[in-house]
């Protein structure tokens, strides 16, 4: 059986783990530091693709996730009611002057 990933491929997600564990290795989109074990594989095997090591194609969504996510969606469409706000910095200003006007009885 042929491997699925070359050997270079697994090189560079194992310098995407150990990047990830020295607390170097930042996501693309936002810089941020990247914590989580599947993220740092998964930068690692992009960077392997780019450099055109032989590494599988991403796998396709499942249909029953992009029925679930419409559905969600179709939901979400609705407005929503906001939560009532109380107006508490006039009670604080209040209760800030009453006790003043107590100390100077």
């Excluded at 020295?22 to 599947?38: C, D, E």
């Excluded at 991403?58 to 559905?71: E, F, G, L, N, P």
């Excluded at 009532?84 to 009885?105: D, H, I, W």
Aim: glycine fraction near 8%; avoid cysteine.
């Amino acid at each position: 059986m042929a491997r699925k990933y070359s050997r270079s491929a697994s090189k560079s997600v194992k310098r995407a783990m150990r990047k990830r564990k020295s607390g170097t290795l930042k996501s693309g989109g936002s810089g941020k530091k990247v914590t989580s074990r599947k993220q740092a594989i998964a930068i690692g095997l992009s960077e392997a693709r780019r450099a055109g090591k032989k590494v599988p194609r991403k796998s396709a969504k499942k249909s029953s996730t992009k029925k679930s996510a419409a559905k969600k969606a179709a939901t979400r469409k609705t407005p929503r009611k906001k939560a009532s706000t109380r107006k508490t910095s006039g009670r604080k200003t209040a209760r800030k002057t009453s006790g003043r006007k107590a100390l100077r009885r």
